[in-house]
Antibody, heavy 121, light 111 residues
C-alpha cells in the first residue's frame, strides 16, 4: 500500500521559514520515473503546484515561488522536505505532498492527507 | 489567475451528462502535454480521475471520460449521481513555466 503523510507546524509567524516533511511508504524514490511533489490549497481556493523532486534529484519549482522554495529528499528515510522562506499570511493553506509516476503519464496518483498551515502573528 | 481555465461551476440533474472544459495554451495542452483530472469531494483529498488525457486509473468507473483537442481538454461525466458533487481540477505541464499547472477548479452541483 502506497501512503504519503505530511508533517509540519500548524502555525507560523510572518517572515519565518516554513519546513514541511513528507514521509512516504510503499514505493521508492530511487525508481526511475518517480517523483514527489508539493501542492497547496488556500482555504476555499484552487490547487497550486509548488515544487517537485525526481528520483534522480532533478528539481522543479513554481516560477512564482522559486526564490523562496527549496526541496530535498532523503531516499533512505523515505522523506521529502520542502522549505518556504519568508512566509506571509497569503501562504496560509493546506499543503499536500503527492507521488508523481511515469507509469501513469506523470500524474499525481497518490496524495497525502494534507496539513493545514496558518501564517499569522 | 490560473494558467488553465475552467468554468467556476456546472450543474446537472441525476442521470444526465455534464462536461467540464479546461482551456490552456500552446505552452501546455497545445504543446501536447498530457492532461490529468482530479476530483475533490468536500473536505477530502484530491483523487486522480483521468490521466494521460483519456485513461482511467483502476477503480474509476467508465462514467468518467476525458478528451482533448488543440489547446483544450474536457471531462465528461455520464449518468450523473449525487455523490459526483465535488470540485474537479484539470492539470497539465507548462513548458514555458517549466512546471505543473492546475486549473482553477469547477464545482459540480447535482440538482
Amino acid at each position: 500500500q502506497i501512503t504519503l503523510k505530511e508533517s509540519g507546524p500548524p502555525l507560523v509567524k510572518p517572515t519565518q521559514t516554513l519546513t514541511l516533511t513528507c514521509t512516504f511508504s510503499g514505493f521508492s524514490l530511487s525508481t526511475s520515473g518517480v517523483g514527489v511533489g508539493w501542492i497547496r490549497q488556500p482555504p476555499g481556493k484552487a490547487l497550486e503546484w509548488l515544487a517537485l523532486i525526481y528520483w534522480d534529484d532533478d528539481k522543479r519549482w513554481s516560477a512564482s515561488l522559486k526564490s523562496r522554495l527549496t526541496i530535498t529528499k532523503d531516499t533512505s528515510k523515505k522523506q521529502v522536505v520542502l522549505t518556504l522562506a519568508n512566509v506571509d499570511p497569503a501562504d496560509t493553506a493546506t499543503y499536500y505532498c503527492a507521488r508523481l509516476t511515469g507509469d501513469l503519464r506523470d500524474s499525481f496518483d497518490i496524495w497525502g492527507q494534507g496539513t493545514l498551515v496558518t501564517v499569522s502573528s | 489567475q490560473s494558467v488553465l481555465t475552467q468554468p467556476p461551476s456546472v450543474s446537472g440533474a441525476p442521470g444526465q451528462r455534464v462536461t467540464i472544459s479546461c482551456t490552456g495554451s500552446s505552452s501546455n495542452i497545445g504543446a501536447g502535454y498530457d492532461v490529468q483530472w482530479y476530483r475533490q469531494l468536500p473536505g477530502t483529498v484530491p483523487k486522480l480521475l483521468i490521466f494521460g488525457n483519456t485513461n482511467r486509473p483502476s477503480g474509476v468507473p467508465d462514467r468518467f471520460s476525458g478528451s482533448n483537442s488543440g489547446t483544450s481538454a474536457s471531462l465528461a461525466i455520464t449518468g450523473l449521481q449525487a455523490e459526483d458533487e465535488a470540485d474537479y481540477y484539470c492539470q497539465s505541464y507548462d513548458r514555458s513555466l517549466r512546471g505543473w499547472v492546475f486549473g482553477g477548479g469547477t464545482k459540480l452541483t447535482v440538482l
